[in-house]
């Protein structure tokens, strides 16, 4: 008759192979999970947007996500700012880092704006222009697109041509 189980030994051993495994295996997965740009650039842009729609409703003022195409940033300011303190906010920009850039910017309607400036408004009365923004980072891409009526920001993975009405077809 043979004994069915596992030795004390066995099991020691299965557990410390698991722990060297997920000694080495952890710090890869948190370092690439914390500290990926390109996420973070996109929940930077995702928080903005959601804090400038807060913003635009509570102070019923217009809020305007200004796009920095060619120097890779973003920076914020309400419709009643003047150009002067526009100029001046623009030079505190955040500033994405090294090797993110802007794809492209395109509004419901228009052809993609793949350099300069472009924005993004949010309304007082709580809903934003019908905007996509693809951020790049090597050969990944995230989407991000603005829903006019809804409160989120949706990120997508990849590069997704995002068709906001039947007049957009030919923006694309």
Do not use: C
Request: net charge negative; no cysteine.
């Amino acid at each position: 008759m043979t004994d069915r189980g596992y030795t004390l030994i066995e099991l020691s051993v299965v557990v410390l192979l698991i722990g060297i495994m997920l000694l080495v295996a952890v710090p890869r997965v948190r370092d690439t999970l914390l500290n990926d740009d390109l996420k973070a650039a996109t929940r930077q842009i995702v928080g903005a947007s959601r804090e400038l729609r807060n913003e635009a409703i509570r102070e019923q003022v217009d809020y305007i996500l200004r796009i920095d195409l060619d120097d890779p940033g973003f920076w914020t300011y309400s419709a009643d700012t003047t150009s002067e303190k526009q100029n001046e906010i623009r030079g505190g920009a955040i500033r994405f880092p090294e090797g993110i850039r802007i794809a492209d910017v395109r509004h419901s309607g228009e052809a993609r704006k793949t350099e300069g400036e472009a924005s993004v408004r949010f309304f007082h009365k709580g809903y934003t222009e019908p905007t996509v923004i693809h951020l790049m980072k090597d050969d990944r891409t995230f989407t991000l697109v603005f829903n006019p009526f809804l409160q989120t920001v949706s990120v997508n993975e990849g590069y997704v041509d995002f068709i906001f009405n039947e007049d957009d077809r030919s923006g694309i």
